[in-house]
């Protein structure tokens, strides 16, 4: 039987869909390309905004054209997003499972395999859940890079955010399951590990003396493991005393994505932030005193409610003081169950739509400067897939690399001369 998956939104639920394909290939299924006709298929939605919630419903909608007799199944946050009203996706898809459900996926599938008459419908109150749940592993590497769930919910309730209402509160992974995963992975040909979950920073909270940092520390000993890299980082996280541990651990990689939102501090106490815009200067400039070359990307909403032409300056006078290399730049989206929507003074759709394409030009420019700089550098690589006589991989500070070379080197490090550079893509030669 052929099964098809498709991932939307975070690198958690890539993490998630991959478990499901391992356990696919174990099941005896034939994985085959989401454009292909399959007799399944699998979507791991996404609703963390209006546009990811309409994204889920129209693959959906593609996936039904694909084979109109196929099983479509839609799991996670656009499925929780609904759950008091599923008859609004009921009608085009045949199982619907919440995000505390995904590991019964094949077993309501199979259920439905044998009698399609069968309630396919499974949305546990993921409110009530105080632990971490998830009892199988990932053990088998689709890629040299892999990502490593350690937590799960969020417990901050930012103002605009639907997250926690969609995944819980933090449940946080016991350390010795983490390490038997990613033992596994790196057996299985894994070279580099990203740490993800909802809320990373919050991981441990639920938990006895233990933090990120000191998953961080532990993971940083383990042979065979080259690399380990962060997910999005809450910012108030990253305190002098942890960033000088962090720069202690040979294996992490100096890039940093923080979750910032917005660079004004009223915005920021509307959003429910809980920090300052001096936090967040102070946060950068800490970050690259303890790590070399280092890369730091942020997370930028525009057009939040109330937002001012003097707050939206603030903002761009933030980024610059923190020397952003690249920025992930949102238009304010009104969800369900969230403070912010509610809030007076919305902000015009052409002004969102003009501050975001200053803040993404700013971003490009800003990248393209940094990429420059390291034109004549050597660098060193981590080459993870081969097409057509060339390489492509991934620095430490995540700068993409393509190289001329044979497919032996895909799946190793390598030292490479940076000679030139092709938009956002590094050319180079390896090091004589």
Do not use: W
Not at 85 to 110: M, P, Q
């Amino acid at each position: 039987m052929k099964i098809a998956f498709l991932t939307l939104g975070c690198k958690v639920n890539q993490y998630e869909t991959d478990k499901l394909k391992e356990q696919a290939i174990k099941r005896g299924y034939d994985i085959v390309d989401f454009e292909d006709i399959a007799d399944v298929y699998c979507i791991n939605s996404c609703s963390v905004t209006n546009l990811s919630q309409r994204k889920s419903r129209q693959m959906i909608a593609h996936a039904r054209l694909k084979n109109k007799d196929a099983i479509i199944a839609v799991l996670g946050c656009a499925v929780e997003s609904i759950k008091e009203d599923v008859t609004s996706l009921r009608v085009i898809a045949d199982i619907l499972i919440g995000n505390n459900d995904k590991e019964r996926f094949y077993e309501i599938l199979e259920s439905k395999l044998n009698n399609k008459e069968n309630n396919s419908i499974c949305i546990s109150d993921i409110s009530i859940e105080k632990t971490y749940n998830e009892k199988t592993l990932l053990t088998k590497a689709f890629d040299v890079r892999e990502a490593v769930k350690i937590e799960d919910g969020c417990n901050n309730f930012c103002s605009y955010c639907i997250i926690p209402y969609l995944r819980g509160r933090v449940r946080s992974r016991k350390y010795e399951e983490i390490e038997k995963e990613v033992q596994a992975l790196v057996n299985d040909g894994v070279k580099e590990i990203i740490l993800v979950g909802i809320e990373v920073a919050s991981y441990g909270k639920d938990l006895e003396n233990i933090t990120l940092v000191d998953i961080i520390e532990r993971l940083n000993e383990i042979k065979g493991l080259e690399r380990i890299r962060l997910s999005s980082l809450e910012p108030r996280f990253l305190t002098e005393e942890n960033v000088i541990r962090l720069s202690k651990c040979q294996k992490l990689c100096n890039y940093f994505h923080i979750s910032m939102q917005s660079g004004s501090s009223e915005t920021l106490k509307r959003m429910n932030r809980k920090y300052n815009k001096e936090l967040l200067i102070d946060v950068a400039n800490r970050l690259r005193e303890y790590f070399k070359n280092c890369y730091i990307a942020a997370d930028v909403i525009v057009g939040f409610p109330g937002e001012t032409e003097d707050e939206f300056e603030e903002t761009k006078n933030t980024i610059s003081l923190m020397g952003l290399n690249q920025l992930h730049v949102f238009k304010y989206s009104k969800r369900n169950y969230t403070r912010a929507a509610k809030m007076g003074n919305q902000v015009d759709g052409n002004i969102k739509k003009r501050r975001s394409e200053e803040l993404i030009a700013f971003s490009e420019n800003s990248k393209e400067k940094f990429l420059k700089k390291v034109i004549g550098n050597e660098l060193k690589v981590l080459f993870e897939n081969y097409h057509e006589g060339f390489l492509k991989g991934y620095t430490t500070n995540y700068i993409k690399v393509k190289i001329k070379g044979e497919e032996e080197l895909c799946g190793t490090i390598q030292d490479v001369v940076a000679t030139s550079l092709e938009n956002e893509t590094v050319i180079g030669i390896i090091k004589k």
